[in-house]
């Protein structure tokens, strides 16, 4: 590359095209690592609750077992969030206000989501994080 604008916008040009380069290609390598046995976020949820008068919204993201699940989680995920919807429908407001009532619906969510999965917690999903939960 020759420029007859100066050595130093020459310099600054290859820096910059140099800096984009190493960005674009770690962005790459976190994209991949977090693909291959990272969690795996679904879209929120929006559900009636029992008595249709209360609705809860909650965020959940999967943790897989091995990395591999990933790629199962993608395939079955309109049976799995079919699963999940049932479950948070068959919840009472009185359920949900709870320590322990979240904590069982962890527990009973990540047993719905490896039963879609064919799989247990041991080789499927080991973990089911709440983001957030909002009933109103």
Same mark, same amino acid.
Not at 10 to 19: E, G, K, M, P, W
Not at 41 to 69: D, R, S, Y
Not at 89 to 111: C, F, H, N, V
């Given at each position: ?7 130093? &916008?020459?310099?600054? &040009? ?39 008068? +209360?609705?809860?919204? %909650?965020? #959940?993201? &999967? ?20 699963? %999940? ?9 009185? +359920?949900? +206000? ?26 499927? #999903? ?9 009933? +109103?």
């Amino acid at each position: 590359m020759r420029c007859s604008g100066g050595f130093i &916008l020459c310099r600054s &040009l290859a820096y910059f095209f140099f800096a984009l380069l190493w960005l674009s290609s770690n962005a790459n390598a976190e994209g991949k690592e977090a693909s291959a046995g990272g969690y795996e976020k679904l879209e929120p949820f929006t559900v009636n609750l029992v008595g249709l008068k +209360q609705m809860i919204q %909650i965020a #959940v993201t &999967l943790k897989p077992a091995q990395p591999a699940v990933n790629d199962k989680i993608k395939i079955y995920m309109p049976v799995i969030r079919n699963e %999940i919807i049932l479950l948070l429908s068959s919840k009472s407001p009185e +359920q949900m +206000q709870t320590s322990e009532g979240k904590q069982k619906l962890i527990a009973e969510t990540r047993y719905a989501v490896n039963k879609a999965l064919g799989l247990t917690s041991k080789d499927g #999903v080991a973990d089911v994080l709440f983001e957030s939960v909002i009933i +109103q």
